[in-house]
């Protein structure tokens, strides 16, 4: 069997994505395009009152409506409450989780209160409207701040003050004494508010029960499909975990929400067995902004000292965490091992002291959210960073540079309980982006508009970030309170026509793993692309994986598969030497062919020796027939990708609206497999922290009513509003993986939100403006205008 010809390398090469023609010409695959024979539909019966005490659910009418097959409540289930798995490490967590339905009260608007199950989704929606509630409405509160309070309303028993957890990290002695010391000494209270994830799906679940076999089969919207497998079956329906099989097909997107286990998934599960037929559930666009977790929500208070060249000396960081009313499945991990370990950013700071308290409230379950923790740590230290420019008259750039972490000290302990940072070279990416943007020039022409009182003022933003990404090792994150593993794992067949199919249990919404991975299996045996399919996304079928989120899976997932095709390179190279009766020794392999040191002509192409695999007629002694590896890879530590980006904008006097006219984005995210994959990964990810900045924000009334509960209330960023991104980067590969790649797939949402509002509050500097909490929409911005003119 003859080689097929084929081009090398593709790692680095810029490719068009495998999988884009069927997405973008609707063949594509979705949960909801899903239909089982005999599959009945689930609507859910949510709560209108943010806190309330059930009296009564009249389910009768709804019952005897057409179509209808059951209608259930709390009270007729039984279940355990949902499980949560990442506590906040090394200190007490009052733990609350949600039941499938709720029991005795609801906590927020949008709790699920009771379920009709019918022949068609829509006679279950109208005979949901039919049942009827007997709540008593109780005082609620949203507001972190406020909930801590002395008399506010109580949500658990369990749960004082509505506090979760008092966690803290760093050096507290240290820096109270830093701060007595410091020439300058600077306060600030900000916001980052809380947002809701908008996927292109929504969330969904199909359960298929087998009486027979007693076997469960879920369709999920899942970015972890064995993880929902072994958290339904460990901890809610307690049957054998390999008597349920989970399916994800194409996934609309996920943006972190759709890792976590969901009450309407228990319950689709449960129905199924109860009715003992197909059950589908797909939550509407409403219900998504109610019910679906959110993220950030976090209100901060800052003391940071510094010296009069600005050197920072000193950081001081007290947050209040909204979790909402129940803690989602790692809600406790976000707002303290991935926030409060990276406060340091990509300065030397000799002295850091978070805490951070957990705070229940009446508002939805806040959870993981692009970049999860890492944005809000960012938003703090980079807000800093200008504010300590702003004190000291020292230009931001320059104060970014003096507290830079010199390239020599990599690996770095920033001393706040970070897995070291792997290696780092932070001022050519600031260099690099500052060449590109022009920053002397716009300085200038800054000052210019200054002094001629320019209707329009410039506003510069930067943000060199770092995030932590191919997030594991599973001991450290064991230490840290999450309460499994965080390995990945990947299987390759060569078949014996020379075909390869890599399982992965990674589960791709949108980052182009069918693309990526295939240029890395490609490589590594030297195989034509067109060779290489990947599977992923049914547990039946792929190796056991912890899925798709923190920027993990070609860190982790692809690491994965280079040490299995290591594994069969070395079984090919084996074989090569039998068949060609030479000693291992003098086998090379290089493009997918095995031959002869000295003696190319005697050669075995990787085609051929898996035909011989697989039809095992001539093997060595002890040799197993066919090439399928397998590899599980947990790595030694994580990965630390950096960069500099700014935001150049327009801040109109008159109006207060800031326009966006240039962001310049240096990225370093180590090797880049394919960079036209990574460019598209930023751009989105830009997109996505500059809505934070500009225009996003669930907002709700002080007992807990969202108010912005559709899409004509809450806000999401448009194309029209962005001007062409300029992207470059710099290279500093991780010796974690044999790769050398970082992860890129949050570093633009990282970056983007605080190069924003600096350059907003940059924009209004000379008004005495020195912080303006997000999102900076024009009646926001021209407010502040008017209270600084009025001071």
């Not at 019952?63 to 200190?91: H, K, N, S």
């Not at 031959?595 to 002509?601: E, R, W």
């Not at 403006?769 to 999102?775: A, C, F, L, R, T």
Request: proline share 6%.
């Amino acid at each position: 069997m003859a080689a097929t010809e084929r081009k090398q390398p593709y790692i680095g090469r810029a490719m068009k994505r495998k999988e884009d023609p069927r997405f973008i010409t609707g063949r594509g695959n979705y949960l909801d395009d899903i239909v089982l024979p005999n599959m009945l539909h689930a609507a859910i019966i949510r709560s209108p009152y943010a806190h309330a005490r059930i009296l009564g659910i009249d389910t009768s009418a709804a019952a005897g409506m057409p179509g209808v097959v059951g209608v259930f409540t709390g009270e007729d289930i039984e279940l355990p409450p949902l499980p949560y798995a990442w506590q906040a490490a090394g200190v007490q967590n009052n733990i609350n989780t949600p039941y499938a339905l709720a029991k005795g009260e609801v906590h927020w608007v949008g709790d699920s209160l009771a379920v009709v199950v019918a022949e068609t989704v829509q006679q279950a929606r109208d005979a949901a409207e039919a049942v009827e509630l007997d709540l008593e409405e109780l005082p609620g509160v949203s507001d972190a701040e406020k909930a801590v309070q002395p008399g506010a309303p109580q949500l658990h028993e369990n749960a004082p003050n509505n506090i979760v957890f008092t966690w803290s990290c760093g050096k507290e002695t240290e820096t109270d004494q830093g701060l007595r010391d410091a020439e300058v000494v600077i306060h600030q209270k900000i916001r980052n508010q809380r947002l809701i994830g908008v996927p292109m799906e929504t969330r969904a679940a199909i359960a298929q029960y087998q009486a027979g076999t007693e076997e469960f089969t879920f369709w999920l919207s899942s970015q972890a499909p064995h993880v929902h497998r072994l958290v339904m079956a460990a901890f809610i329906l307690g049957v054998p975990e390999q008597n349920i099989r989970v399916i994800t097909p194409d996934l609309g997107g996920g943006f972190g929400v759709k890792i976590f286990m969901y009450p309407e998934y228990v319950l689709a599960g449960w129905l199924a067995r109860k009715l003992n037929r197909p059950i589908k559930w797909i939550e509407t666009r409403s219900e998504a902004n109610v019910a679906t977790s959110q993220g950030r929500d976090h209100i901060t208070n800052i003391e940071v000292g510094a010296t009069k060249d600005g050197k920072v000396t000193a950081l001081r960081v007290h947050t209040l965490a909204n979790m909402g009313a129940y803690l989602s499945t790692a809600s406790g991990g976000i707002p303290t091992t991935l926030y409060g370990r990276l406060l340091s950013g990509v300065y030397k700071i000799p002295a850091i002291y978070c805490e951070v308290k957990g705070v229940f409230t009446n508002t939805a379950m806040v959870d993981a959210y692009r970049g999860a923790g890492r944005p809000e740590a960012a938003y703090v230290i980079e807000r800093v960073m200008d504010l300590v420019s702003d004190e000291t008259g020292i230009d931001p750039a320059e104060v970014r540079r003096r507290n830079f972490i010199p390239p020599d000290e990599f690996p770095y302990d920033s001393g706040v309980g970070m897995l070291p940072y792997d290696t780092g070279n932070y001022e050519p990416a600031l260099d690099k982006a500052l060449d590109m943007v022009g920053y002397h020039e716009l300085r200038a022409e800054q000052e210019r508009r200054r002094q001629s009182g320019d209707s329009k003022q410039l506003g510069i933003g930067l943000s060199s970030y770092v995030e932590v990404c191919g997030i594991a090792p599973s001991a450290y994150m064991a230490a840290e309170g999450w309460g499994a593993g965080l390995f990945e794992s990947a299987n390759i067949k060569v078949h014996l026509t020379g075909k390869v199919v890599v399982t992965t249990g990674s589960m791709p919404h949108g980052q182009g793993h069918e693309t990526t991975f295939a240029q890395i299996a490609a490589d590594k045996l030297g195989v034509p692309i067109e060779d290489v399919q990947l599977k992923f996304g049914d547990t039946l079928a792929t190796p056991f994986g912890y899925g798709t989120y923190g920027s993990r899976s070609l860190a982790v997932g692809g690491e994965a598969i280079v040490r299995s095709t290591n594994k069969i390179v070395a079984k090919a190279r084996r074989l090569a030497a039998h068949l060609l009766e030479v000693d291992i020794d003098d086998i090379e392999y290089v493009d997918g062919t095995a031959s002869v040191k000295g003696a190319p002509d005697r050669v075995k192409t990787i085609q051929e020796l898996a035909a011989a695999a697989a039809v095992p007629v001539n093997l060595p002694d002890g040799m197993e027939p066919f090439f399928d590896e397998t590899t599980y890879f947990d790595p030694p530590s994580c990965t630390f990708p950096f960069g500099t980006h700014i935001a150049v904008v327009e801040v109109d006097r008159v109006t207060g609206k800031s326009e966006l006219i240039r962001y310049v984005a240096v990225d370093d995210v180590g090797n880049i497999v394919n960079p036209l994959v990574v460019a598209g990964q930023l751009q989105g990810g830009i997109v996505q922290g500059l809505g934070q900045a500009m225009v996003e924000g669930a907002v709700y009334d002080d007992n807990g009513q969202l108010i912005t509960s559709t899409l004509m209330e809450y806000a999401v960023p448009h194309a029209q509003q962005f001007p062409m991104f300029e992207l470059d980067h710099t290279v500093t590969p991780t010796p974690v993986n044999e790769l050398g790649v970082k992860g890129a797939g949050e570093a633009g949402t990282i970056a983007s939100t605080p190069a924003f509002v600096n350059a907003v509050c940059d924009a209004l500097a000379p008004l005495g403006i020195h912080h303006v909490d997000m999102p900076l929409t024009a009646p926001r911005v021209w407010a502040a205008m008017q209270e600084a003119s009025n001071a």
